[in-house]
């Protein structure tokens, strides 16, 4: 479900800067866990 949902987002252009945000969130966050 979610990786269809993504998926989905990747073919929206108006989810650009959402999936700029989500992707930035993650690498910070698993950053902050290392």
Do not use: C, H, I, W
Not at 7 to 34: C, M, P
């Amino acid at each position: 479900m979610s990786v269809f949902f993504y998926v989905n987002l990747e073919f929206d252009s108006n989810f650009t800067e959402t999936k700029k945000f989500k992707g930035t969130f993650r690498e910070n966050y698993f950053a902050q866990r290392r």
